[in-house]
């Protein structure tokens, strides 16, 4: 099933791009933005469009969305906790606010992807979480109920319905969820930030890691491979990569998962699907798959066996998991039999042990950092790149007030303690999709302290 798909990301396969020299001398600035993934990109620019007399540099110890930022599945949400009812459980008294806010900042998104062409294929169309299993018709049930009460435009579709709008045989229900969100070509969204930032004077620098924070009278120097950056305030945006500030890697569990992509499908192929708004799709569990049409009419489809290695290692290349994910594709759509594989890749997802992201300042509120965003980093990215300009600005506003702001979620142990915790916890998530949903003890203790772990 696997011997058509090369190893690589379907998103920047193909493309050339301008590079970047590497830092390679001392310099100075009045902001240092470390990763150039989306928040690092967004807090760059969102710095000099406040402010264009401020010096900024923006250094990626790789190349601009090498990380999460280029190899995501381009699914676009407004949530920024995770989903509705993960906010519901943990922030009951703000969420009203979670919601505005998570409203405003994808409005924004889409209002710059307009204001500077950028071709990134943004189609706001929402998406449907699927039943394929008894116990998760019930699940929408309830899903439905509560975006209803927080004003959601939400349909709930049975077996018929679903398998009429998307057609799969393992389809017993849908929740088809309108407005707060839908999907993005995540390269060409982040090759068209690092234009604009291009155009507004950002100083770039790829291949160019950081490697450690320092006070320096009134600022922070931070050592790169070959050269030092002099900065007055530094913004970390390193995702699941290492992060220079050795601390916050307590908070951040680097997670791989997998992704395959389909060669395009012809007329006769997209007619048995049907799939009129090409909207991204979801289905319902612990171990879940995402996944949706492309412009050229292939499907990306990724997810369910997301993988912690020892220490936080891994690769872009896992045969067991492309595999199983290439088997779980032919249950969904046996009327494809026969369809190749042209890409298959994976790539780490920083979690945290709420889902959400953390935020914080250190070296006397001359760092600051957004980290975890958890798989919803697409478009809760712009918001995490504001409130670290927030927090360095020290600015009171509705973002820096938040409880999940001011917050730091219950870190993960160390290794050896971590592997074994969190494979643990993985068999039991497992055990819980194949036992009707129920969760053991194990899982309803961490759930008392919202504490977990998905894909």
């Known amino acids: 099933?696997?011997?058509?798909?090369?190893?690589?990301?379907?998103?920047?396969?193909?493309?050339?791009?301008?590079?970047?020299?590497?830092?390679?001398?001392?310099?100075?600035?009045?902001?240092?933005?470390?990763?150039?993934?989306?928040?690092?990109?967004?807090?760059?620019?969102?710095?000099?469009?406040?402010?264009?007399?401020?010096?900024?540099?923006?250094?990626?110890?790789?190349?601009?969305?090498?990380?999460?930022?280029?190899?995501?599945?381009?699914?676009?949400?407004?949530?920024?906790?995770?989903?509705?009812?993960?906010?519901?459980?943990?922030w009951p008294g703000e969420i009203a606010l979670l919601l505005a806010l998570g409203r405003e900042n994808l409005a924004q998104i889409a209002a710059f992807v307009e204001e500077h062409a950028i071709d990134a294929d943004l189609r706001l169309v929402g998406k449907t979480s699927v039943a394929v299993a008894p116990h998760h018709v019930d699940d929408l049930r309830r899903a439905e109920k509560l975006h209803r009460e927080y004003g959601e435009d939400v349909t709930f579709l049975g077996p018929e319905e679903m398998r009429a709008d998307v057609n799969s045989p393992t389809y017993l229900a849908g929740l088809r969820i309108r407005g707060n969100g839908g999907l993005v070509d995540p390269a060409r969204l982040a090759w068209g930030m690092l234009r604009v930032a291009g155009d507004l004077g950002i100083r770039i620098y790829e291949n160019t890691p950081v490697t450690g924070l320092e006070r320096s009278g009134s600022a922070v120097r931070a050592t790169c491979d070959r050269g030092v950056v002099?900065?007055?305030?530094?913004?970390?945006?390193?995702?699941?990569?290492?992060?220079?500030?050795?601390?916050?890697?307590?908070?951040?569990?680097p997670v791989w998962d997998y992704v395959l992509v389909t060669e395009p499908l012809d007329a006769g192929q997209r007619a048995a699907l049907n799939w009129p708004d090409a909207q991204g799709i979801t289905?319902?569990?612990?171990?879940?798959?995402?996944?949706?049409?492309?412009?050229?009419?292939?499907?990306?489809?990724?997810?369910?066996?997301?993988?912690?290695?020892?220490?936080?290692?891994?690769?872009?290349?896992?045969?067991?998991?492309?595999?199983?994910?290439?088997?779980?594709?032919?249950?969904?759509?046996?009327?494809?039999?026969?369809?190749?594989?042209?890409?298959?890749?994976?790539?780490?997802?920083?979690?945290?042990?709420?889902f959400t992201p953390f935020f914080g300042t250190a070296m006397g509120g001359r760092v600051a950092y957004a980290l975890g965003y958890t798989g919803l980093g697409v478009g809760?990215?712009?918001?995490g790149a504001l409130v670290g300009l927030d927090l360095l600005a020290?600015?009171?506003?509705?973002?820096?007030?938040?409880?999940?702001?001011r917050r730091h979620p219950v870190p993960f142990p160390p290794e050896p303690l971590r592997w074994p915790v969190v494979e643990f916890?993985?068999?039991?998530?497992?055990?819980?999709?194949?036992?009707?949903?129920?969760?053991?003890?194990?899982?309803?203790?961490?759930?008392?302290?919202?504490?977990?772990?998905?894909?």
Request: proline share 4%; charged share 20%; glycine share 10%.
């Open 425 to 455: 916890t993985r068999r039991a998530l497992a055990r819980a999709d194949a036992n009707e949903g129920r969760r053991g003890p194990w899982l309803r203790a961490l759930d008392r302290f919202g504490i977990g772990f998905d894909s």
């Open 230 to 253: 002099t900065a007055r305030q530094v913004l970390l945006a390193t995702n699941a990569f290492p992060a220079p500030l050795r601390r916050l890697r307590n908070f951040v569990l």
């Open 380 to 383: 809760a990215s712009r918001f």
């Open 1 to 90: 099933m696997l011997k058509d798909a090369a190893p690589r990301v379907y998103w920047t396969d193909g493309q050339t791009l301008p590079a970047y020299p590497p830092l390679e001398r001392r310099t100075t600035a009045d902001l240092l933005v470390v990763g150039a993934g989306f928040t690092g990109l967004w807090a760059a620019v969102l710095a000099k469009r406040e402010n264009p007399a401020c010096d900024v540099v923006l250094v990626d110890a790789h190349t601009v969305g090498f990380g999460a930022s280029g190899r995501n599945g381009g699914f676009i949400s407004d949530s920024l906790t995770h989903g509705l009812a993960h906010g519901v459980h943990r």
């Open 283 to 354: 289905d319902v569990g612990n171990q879940f798959h995402y996944y949706r049409l492309t412009r050229d009419q292939r499907i990306l489809w990724g997810g369910y066996d997301a993988v912690y290695n020892f220490a936080g290692t891994g690769n872009e290349q896992r045969h067991a998991s492309h595999q199983l994910l290439a088997r779980h594709f032919f249950t969904t759509f046996p009327q494809l039999r026969g369809l190749r594989f042209t890409h298959r890749w994976g790539g780490m997802i920083d979690s945290t042990s709420r």
């Open 394 to 405: 020290r600015r009171n506003t509705p973002r820096t007030g938040l409880r999940m702001v």
